[in-house]
Structure formats: C-alpha cells, structure tokens
Nanobody, 116 residues
Framework: QVQLVESGGGLVQPGGSLRLSCAAS????????MGWYRQAPGKQRELVAR???????NYADSVKGRFTISRDNAKNTVYLQMNSLKPEDTAVYYC??????????WGKGTLVTVSS
C-alpha cells in the first residue's frame, strides 16, 4: 500500500507560481513512476506531467515550458513547479504513483485556483 499526500495548492494570480509537493510512503520510492494529473470542473482527469524512476519526464502540451516535475528520492517526494500560471490551469491536482509490477495509487488532491 502506497500513501500519497499532496500539498502546496492555493489561490494565485495569473502569471504567478506555485510549487506542489507529494510525499509518498514506501521503501522503494525510487522505483516508482510518479505523475501529476489534474481535473477541472466538468472535465476529465488529465495527465499534466510524469517522471520515471530513471528521471525521464514528459508533459502535457498545455504546460510545456511552464511546469517542471522533479523528484527527491531521499525525501520520497515529487514536486511540480508551476510558473506563468493561467486561469485555465485551475483544477484539483492529483499525485499518482506507479510502483513496478503493481497497480497505481492516487492522492486525495490539492486545489489550485488561478484568478485575479
């Protein structure tokens, strides 16, 4: 069982920045593929960014150049640095963990609101 706890969401003005954190349980965090997803009101959940156990990353086209995913295996934590935020980035952001050979796990989510 993997537990994920997100933090760092909040209200920010357009053009601002936020950093989300996701702390994970488990002794083999370094082997997990980690991802950030988001779900806006009335929309389906979508992948925002993913980082593999080897550190390779991929991003949704809508956030490329603005968001950066990273991980600190010593702290069992994955981050999402979000810059140049837009109102359309408003959503609940969810952390996802995919251990090797296992089902994936989800956090409860953290709300990001981009508004003036």
């Amino acid at each position: 069982q993997v537990q994920l706890v997100e933090s760092g969401g909040g209200l920010v003005q357009p053009g601002g920045s936020l950093r989300l954190s996701c702390a994970a349980s488990g002794s083999i965090f370094s082997a997990y593929w980690m991802g950030w997803y988001r779900q806006a009101p009335g929309k389906q959940r979508e992948l925002v960014a993913r980082i593999t156990s080897g550190g390779s990353t991929n991003y949704a086209d809508s956030v490329k150049g603005r968001f950066t995913i990273s991980r600190d295996n010593a702290k069992n934590t994955v981050y999402l640095q979000m810059n140049s935020l837009k109102p359309e980035d408003t959503a609940v952001y969810y952390c996802n963990a995919l251990p090797p050979g296992a089902t994936d796990y989800w956090g409860k989510g953290t709300l990001v609101t981009v508004s003036s």
